[in-house]
């Protein structure tokens, strides 16, 4: 399916729409300065790739792009809008943040899976729930087990499902492919594949070479600056 994500002026040309506009961001903490000036705009639509050292600053970024965080200095334009102008919980519904160390909370899978429901007073939809665990590899019996009885990988899964039930506008994974095998790993690239083609805008943070190979569209942060932003 073809998404249409550029419009036409009044006068013929392509406007670009950025979902988000960071302008001139820092991030500091006492005396350690962890982002600095950071200028980016990000595409809607895009499925982009943040790649950089470990300790550079990407999941600050993320963490803030993803309002958990605030930035010390600068701002951050949420389509058009600075991202603390909106509504906290209603924001994280359109931009949905995929943790890098996930945990699951409650008793069972089933209560992770309810609570993207229960936070928009929906009645819990079970068959589409199981839908959803299908596609990430996982079969129906996993609905009732006890979240101490999955494992790290299946965790991730299940957790990246919490963000995708309803989907946001804006998905930032950091490194969530990091504990699957390579089965796995490819069942949860096409899912985001597929959303990505449907509209949804991907930030996906990342150490897997193969992953960094195959992306067109990548933000490189070194030492809390953006070095190279293609
Ligand atoms: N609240 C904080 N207080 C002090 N230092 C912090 C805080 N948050 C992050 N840092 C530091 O900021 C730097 C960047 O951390 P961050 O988690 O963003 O890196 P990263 O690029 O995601 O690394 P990795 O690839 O290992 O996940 C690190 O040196 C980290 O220790
Ligand atoms: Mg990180």
Redesign the pocket.
């Known amino acids: 399916m073809l998404i249409i994500i550029s419009k036409i002026s009044g006068r013929g040309e392509m406007i670009v729409e950025n979902i988000f506009d960071v302008q001139d961001l820092s991030y500091q903490?006492g005396n350690?300065e962890?982002l600095k000036h950071i200028s980016v705009k990000i595409e809607k639509g895009k499925y982009i790739t943040v790649v950089?050292?470990?300790?550079?600053?990407?999941?600050?970024?993320m963490r803030i792009l993803a309002s958990m965080i605030s930035q010390t200095s600068g701002k951050v334009l949420f389509e058009g809008k600075a991202i603390d102008s909106y509504e906290p919980t209603k924001y994280r519904q359109r931009v949905s943040y995929a943790f890098?160390q996930p945990t699951l909370f409650g008793k069972t899978v089933r209560d992770n899976l309810t609570f993207p429901f229960e936070v928009r007073n929906e009645e819990f939809d079970e068959s589409k729930v199981k839908q959803y665990l299908k596609m990430v590899n996982l079969d129906e019996s996993y609905l009732d087990k006890s979240v101490n009885d999955v494992s790290g990988g299946e965790k991730q899964r299940i957790a990246l499902l919490r963000n995708l039930i309803f989907p946001p506008e804006v998905l930032i994974t950091d490194?969530v492919t990091a504990g699957l095998d390579v089965e796995n790993k490819n069942i949860v690239h096409s899912m985001l594949a597929e959303f990505n083609q449907r509209g949804l805008t991907i930030l996906r943070?990342t150490?897997d070479e193969s992953e960094i190979e195959a992306s067109h569209d990548k933000i490189t942060?070194k030492n809390g600056e953006v070095v190279d932003n293609v």
């Open positions: 903490v350690k962890i950089g050292p470990s300790g550079s600053g990407k999941s600050t970024f890098q490194e943070v150490h942060i």
